[in-house]
T-cell receptor
Framework: GAVVSQHPSWVICKSGTSVKIECRSLDFQATTMFWYRQFPKQSLMLMATSNEGSKATYEQGVEKDKFLINHASLTLSTLTVTSAHPEDSSFYIC????????????FGDGTRLSIL | QQQVKQSPQSLIVQKGGISIINCAYE??????FPWYQQFPGKGPALLIA?????SEKKEGRFTISFNKSAKQFSLHIMDSQPGDSATYFCAASGTSGSRLTFGEGTQLTVNP
């Protein structure tokens, strides 16, 4: 069964809207989670790492105020795209870290975000 | 140093044929090399992975070949099937943690 549950799977909204994406770890408690963005026919690009109880770590070039990440509990991390614009349209995927180290990362099924 | 180069970008194979996808890395600190399969609209799913202490790993129709000195590794899909049509990503991570660096991806099409 699924180890990571991501919701919603598809969102269509108007420009200027804020959108929240949830990522839940189903089988174990995750102190960190990874958030990726994937444009069509491109690879996964790590956006940020959420940390339970502390601030998220953002990759270079990722706007912290645009992509708000909250790791509310050991099983839930959320990504909020604030004031979304058409250029934010993408496929967003979360994953749990490998635990113990070098075991497989488990990915959610992704969220297709379309901003009109 | 953190890049993983993947080729080809796309691959078309006849049913029953062998699909071969190659990756090369630069960072010698990488010590875990997984391959992921991704279908449209879905997240990546782990296919097979290898550590650098072995040169080959086989699971069913899928084989990873690893060349540590050349810093290259490849995925071989034997007896390719139409259901194997998907995008394949190689990746690598190092001993400092589980952060994955992904290759650019290969779109595989297996014709019936």
């Amino acid at each position: 069964g699924a180890v990571v549950s991501q919701h919603p799977s598809w969102v269509i909204c108007k420009s200027g809207t804020s959108v929240k994406i949830e990522c839940r770890s189903l089988d174990f408690q995750a102190t960190t989670m990874f958030w990726y963005r994937q444009f069509p026919k491109q690879s996964l690009m790590l956006m940020a790492t959420s940390n339970e109880g502390s601030k998220a770590t953002y990759e270079q070039g990722v706007e912290k105020d645009k992509f708000l990440i909250n790791h509310a509990s050991l099983t839930l991390s959320t990504l909020t795209v604030t004031s979304a614009h058409p250029e934010d349209s993408s496929f967003y995927i979360c994953s749990t870290p490998a635990f113990p180290s070098h075991q497989p990362q488990h990915f959610g099924d992704g969220t297709r975000l379309s901003i009109l | 140093q953190q890049q993983v180069k993947q080729s080809p970008q796309s691959l078309i194979v006849q049913k029953g044929g062998i699909s071969i996808i190659n990756c090369a890395y630069e960072n010698t600190a990488f010590d875990y090399f997984p391959w992921y399969q991704q279908f449209p609209g879905k997240g990546p799913a782990l296919l097979i992975a290898i550590r650098p202490d072995v040169s080959e790993k086989k699971e069913g129709r899928f084989t990873i070949s690893f060349n540590k000195s050349a810093k290259q590794f490849s995925l071989h899909i034997m007896d390719s099937q139409p259901g194997d049509s998907a995008t394949y990503f190689c990746a690598a991570s190092g001993t400092s943690g589980s952060r994955l660096t992904f290759g650019e991806g290969t779109q595989l099409t297996v014709n019936p």
